[in-house]
């Protein structure tokens, strides 16, 4: 009878002595609601054929500069940014690192926060080994306005492993390593939304939506503060780059200016009939193709949508004239078109334009 008194004393003893990080019922609340603080919601370009017009970003210093990836909102001139007690405020895009994913951004002048992210820190984190807890904050899904609060999601570390290949509609710009996670943290408007140690400390930014052709799944995965990648320099030569540098050189860069111009004219015909270009960076989406023309003939279809030429990329249809305008009847290009989930390769030959006869 003793022994059987014993084994409840024994296991009660047992779970007082659990440490409290191994509850399955532990509250993070303190933790996110410092993070939040750090977190901003971005409202930029989009709005169109399906393109959320919403992301999130971090602050990263006192005088209000904010990492985010680099994604179609920020093709505007009126790039706003939501802090966490409801105050609104306007942006630049400071710089793109497109090796990397990222962009800089910074909030109107004069202005200085309370609450940031120390990049130099983060950087210097530990490699967070698989089954490692993490937190994940975002504005997916437009869920937060002004003063109201970013999703928080709790989850662990499923690998960290190369991202590499064609994955989804676009290749991975990013190529080097990243950290998968085991939640659904990259939805629509969380790209630049981060990924954090249950204690808080920064890990990585939340990237694209990116779907696994092998697969067929969508991935969940954060880019590393700690992140490096090979890039080039206006003279076309390689050179290292990282997040950290980006961010130590943030003083030293030009902001990037808004587009001005509406597209220069275009001398040739490729048979393209695109949606109206009614906003201020309307994506190049097909509405109709001319039967017969050098877009037919190529198999182009209507709601393919734009994305390179010859390896440009093509955010707008002023853009898409404005690269244009420099080609000659008879040139091929090769354009890169999003159709459905697929990323397909068109090679199209121009025609000289013929311009009609006014009655």
Not at 106 to 117: A, L, N, P, S
Not at 232 to 258: A, H, L
Request: glycine letters at 8%; a neutral charge.
């Amino acid at each position: 009878m003793r022994r059987l008194l014993l084994i409840p004393v024994a296991f009660v003893l047992a779970m007082l002595c659990v440490p409290p990080t191994a509850r399955t019922d532990d509250s993070f609340a303190d933790v996110a609601d410092e993070v939040n603080k750090k977190v901003v919601k971005l409202y930029g370009s989009g709005g169109i054929k399906g393109l959320h017009s919403y992301g999130t970003g971090a602050l990263v210093s006192k005088d209000g500069y904010i990492l985010t990836i680099n994604s179609h909102i920020l093709d505007t001139r009126d790039l706003r940014v939501h802090l966490y007690d409801g105050t609104r405020y306007h942006a630049t895009v400071i710089a793109r690192e497109p090796a990397l994913d990222l962009a800089l951004c910074k909030i109107e002048k004069g202005i200085e926060v309370d609450y940031y992210f120390d990049v130099e820190k983060a950087a210097k984190l530990k490699e967070l080994e698989p089954g490692t807890g993490i937190l994940g904050f975002s504005n997916q899904f437009q869920i937060a306005t002004r003063d109201e609060p970013v999703s928080v999601q709790r989850g662990v570390i499923a690998s960290y492993a190369k991202l590499a290949g064609r994955i989804g509609v676009f290749e991975a710009s990013y190529q080097g390593n990243v950290y998968f996670v085991d939640a659904i943290t990259n939805n629509p408007g969380a790209g630049g939304g981060i990924i954090t140690t249950r204690k808080g400390e920064l890990v990585g930014l939340i990237g694209r939506e990116l779907r696994n052709e092998l697969t067929n799944t969508w991935i969940n995965y954060c880019v590393p503060i700690s992140a490096t990648a090979e890039s080039r320099d206006k003279d076309n030569k390689k050179f290292e780059t990282s997040v950290v540098e980006v961010w130590q050189k943030k003083d030293k860069y030009n902001p990037i200016p808004p587009l001005k111009d509406k597209g220069r004219d275009v001398k040739v015909f490729h048979g393209m009939v695109f949606v109206p270009n009614v906003v201020e960076r309307t994506p190049p989406y097909i509405e109709e193709v001319v039967p017969g023309s050098p877009a037919d003939k190529a198999e182009l279809k209507p709601d393919d949508l734009i994305v390179y030429i010859d390896g440009l990329p093509v955010p707008d249809i002023n853009t898409f004239n404005t690269i244009l305008a420099g080609y000659g009847p008879n040139s091929e290009a090769k354009l890169e078109v999003q159709r459905g989930d697929k990323l397909v390769s068109v090679t199209i030959t121009l025609q000289k334009l013929v311009e009609k006869k006014k009655d």
